[in-house]
């Protein structure tokens, strides 16, 4: 059974900066498309971003110019979060894009205060 592991969180000022990394136990590849969800408190879950093997990436407007979505050859996507504000805080989690619902793991805090 796929399981995606998020780790990376943290509490952070305004204007810091985080990466997270999500890495699958369970199997030894990552789907073709990848992306990274966001929770916050009493808010639907909502994609922020998703890249497709070769590069191509996609952006929520709420994260454009400030998050950046990579992968790398093995097997590991990661969110790069800069310039957070406090509307960033939420649980994060990663998930094939579109998601399964049988991979989502525990995500990963960001808590964005000062």
């Known amino acids: 059974q796929v399981q995606l592991v998020e780790s990376g969180g943290g509490l952070v000022q305004p204007g810091g900066s985080l990466r997270l990394s999500c890495a699958p136990s369970g199997t030894t590849f990552l789907p073709n498309a990848m992306g990274w969800y966001r929770q916050a408190p009493g808010k639907e879950r909502e994609l922020v971003a998703s890249?497709?093997?070769?590069?191509?990436t996609h952006y929520a407007d709420s994260v454009k110019g400030r998050f950046t979505i990579s992968r790398d050859n093995k097997n590991t996507a990661y969110l790069n979060m800069n310039s957070l504000k406090p509307e960033d805080t939420a649980v994060y989690y990663c998930?094939?894009?579109?998601?399964?619902?049988?991979?989502w793991g525990q995500g990963t805090q960001v808590t964005v205060s000062s």
């Open positions: 890249i497709i093997r070769g590069g191509f």
């Open positions: 998930n094939r894009d579109p998601p399964i619902s049988s991979w």
